[in-house]
């Protein structure tokens, strides 16, 4: 069937298009963003054909040899020039390389209209970053030294005159400010954060004064002493003769900690033990007759990492059911840790295992149910032996839901353990040989656990000293990857990480197009681990078609993202690997069959939307 369909966020739109039947003799097509007043903009290329300089770097000259594309341009656009609502123009071209022309014999396709904003409704938002850094336009930004430096101090700086700051963290700045801004007047702001170093995020605390209530949880790590010429102090240990590096213990939120102790009205330091982590990114707003009316929840730590440097997610809810039970988790969060008395292992004491151990059902205001879950939800810590431990019941919940997935499952994970979404989704995908599933995570284990969990395999172990074998992927699921050790003619080399995290958005979307589908997010990992050691919240909303979408675009987005550079890797490097095909069949293979039939399943999946 002929059409062509545009998804929106507050981010990125997201465009795909078919003509039903294989466009014999094209050679890509040009993409052409139309603002509410009518304006056309061809979409930038990049990818070129082989030999050929383009006198103007978009899509009419460097055509797009794929069915769905991506407008990251979309939002710079929106604050510029207040344009929030466009629709994309399709044009297939046909002739040869540097002599391109629309073909005759097919259509202009035009798409729906989409808005690029964080509104789903009236009492609902969601905001993603950007948080992509392995691009080309900030490699372009850094330069070539010290990209990394370079990077954090450009994103630290709210007045940094290259905007990478404004660029990569979105709306994400301005959600959190408008969240805060609430609470003017009597109101109040519970907070429950993990990170909190960014200093204007600290600043706009600290000026709340009274009207903050917060646990700032950490765990004290190591960190390298320094010598006055700036290389780490060794020390030689007088028993053994072996020499190591200095080390002190840190709290990384202490700038925080100094600066709130002497402005909020009640701080509890929830320091944690090793192997635990007080993981929640949550405020809660209350008003000023002392009822919970909001949540703010995600996967963002309050640092310029968080905001900039790795894909992160925020939701605001404005539900009084739901903000009074996060306001409660605050309050037993807060118990716990005057309880425990500056004992880091009396922390996640049995009165709060067992107040989180049960989930809580509720209706969100526009009819969607919502079941929400708080960590640690197990009767004690993990164990030794993982094998033998029973499922956490907010775990249970999701691995239930995935399972029963129709047609698809999406998800990004930062570094979810074992097990986690990634071996429940396998085990959908085994089932049903015909789920979509797409997945993108920072750490490599979990997608080498979606492979194996496929092959009804456990990952082989290593003995001590040997040598790491290659991490083996599944196209479905994979890790990050940039153009970094090799780089593809005509592109630039980029920076994979700034800090441990690339994706770390913590998400799953299952049958975004059915009227019973499931988004999961807050700040879990989404595996085991998370459950039984960790503070954290998930929020598993069913049956928010618009919510799911505006998921499921990101997850997309990114996956799409990491797609070509996980590929480039795969096969080899090759300098050409890039270059725009010179001829139709050599592409639209990909796509369709001999016989001329769709085969790409993304592209079905999308096609799929468009009959919704």
């Not at 605001?316 to 409660?328: G, H, T």
């Not at 080399?493 to 988004?519: M, Q, R, T, Y």
Request: aromatic content about 8%.
């Amino acid at each position: 069937m002929q059409n062509a369909v545009a998804f929106a966020n507050n981010e990125v739109i997201m465009v795909a298009w078919s003509y039903g039947k294989k466009p014999d003799g094209c050679m890509g097509f040009a993409v052409y963003r139309i603002d509410q007043h009518g304006r056309e903009t061809p979409l930038p290329g990049q990818a070129r054909f082989k030999g050929i300089t383009p006198k103007k770097w978009t899509t009419e000259e460097l055509p797009i040899q794929k069915f769905y594309w991506k407008d990251p341009y979309a939002r710079l656009e929106a604050e510029k020039n207040k344009n929030r609502i466009f629709r994309y123009k399709i044009v297939p071209l046909e002739g040869a390389p540097g002599k391109l022309q629309p073909m005759a014999k097919l259509p202009i396709l035009l798409t729906n209209e989409v808005e690029i904003t964080p509104v789903i409704d009236d009492k609902l938002s969601v905001y993603f970053n950007r948080g992509l850094i392995s691009t080309q336009r900030v490699a372009r930004a850094l330069g070539s030294k010290d990209m990394k430096d370079s990077l954090i101090e450009k994103v630290s700086d709210p007045d940094d005159k290259s905007k990478l700051r404004e660029s990569l963290s979105g709306d994400m700045i301005e959600a959190i400010q408008e969240f805060l801004a609430r609470a003017d007047g009597k109101g109040k702001i519970y907070a429950a954060l993990y990170e909190l170093k960014d200093p204007q995020l600290i600043g706009w605390l600290a000026g709340l004064g009274e009207r903050l209530h917060i646990v700032l949880g950490d765990s004290k790590e190591d960190e390298e002493v320094l010598g006055e010429d700036g290389k780490p102090v060794k020390v030689t240990n007088p028993k053994t003769g072996k020499t190591k590096i200095k080390t002190v213990k840190v709290d990384g939120n202490e700038q925080a900690r100094e600066t709130l102790t002497g402005t909020a009205a009640e701080i509890h330091n929830r320091i944690m033990p090793n192997g635990h982590i007080a993981h929640n990114k949550f405020l809660v707003y209350v008003d000023s007759k002392g009822k919970p009316k909001a949540v703010f929840t995600g996967s963002t730590n309050w640092t310029a990492t968080g905001l900039c440097t790795q894909t992160n997610n925020s939701i605001v809810i404005d539900n009084d059911a739901l903000a009074k039970r996060y306001l409660a988790y605050w309050k037993e969060l807060a118990k716990d840790t005057d309880e425990a008395a500056d004992d880091p292992k009396a922390l996640q004491g049995a009165a709060l295992r067992k107040w989180v151990s049960k989930g809580s059902a509720l209706t969100l205001d526009d009819g969607a149910a919502a079941h929400s879950w708080f960590s640690p939800n197990t009767p004690k810590a993990r164990g030794k032996n993982p094998a033998t431990e029973k499922r956490p019941p907010d775990m249970e919940d999701l691995a239930q839901l995935i399972a029963g997935a129709s047609h698809s499952v999406l998800f990004l994970a930062f570094y979810p353990g074992s097990p986690s979404i990634a071996n429940w989704t396998a085990q959908a995908a085994s089932k049903n040989k015909k789920l979509f599933v797409r997945g993108c995570v920072t750490n490599k284990s979990a997608s080498e656990g979606f492979y194996y969990e496929l092959k009804g395999m456990t990952p082989p172990a290593r003995k001590k000293g040997e040598k790491k074998p290659p991490v083996l992927q599944d196209p479905r699921v994979f890790g990050a990857e940039a153009f970094d050790f090799k780089v593809p003619d005509g592109w630039k080399k980029e920076i994979l990480n700034a800090g441990f995290a690339i994706i770390h958005d913590k998400v799953v979307v299952i049958d975004p197009f059915d009227d019973d589908c499931v988004v999961a997010t807050g700040s879990h990992n989404l595996g085991h681990k998370a459950s039984f050691d960790n503070d954290e919240n998930l929020l598993i909303v069913r049956g928010n078609k618009k919510l799911a979408m505006a998921y499921a675009t990101r997850i997309l987005d990114v996956y799409d993202h990491f797609s070509s550079r996980f590929w480039f890797k795969q096969l080899g490097g090759q300098k050409d690997a890039l270059e725009l095909k010179s001829t139709p069949e050599e592409w639209l293979g990909k796509y369709y069959d001999k016989k001329g039939r769709l085969k790409n399943p993304q592209l079905k999946f999308w096609m799929d939307a468009a009959v919704q």
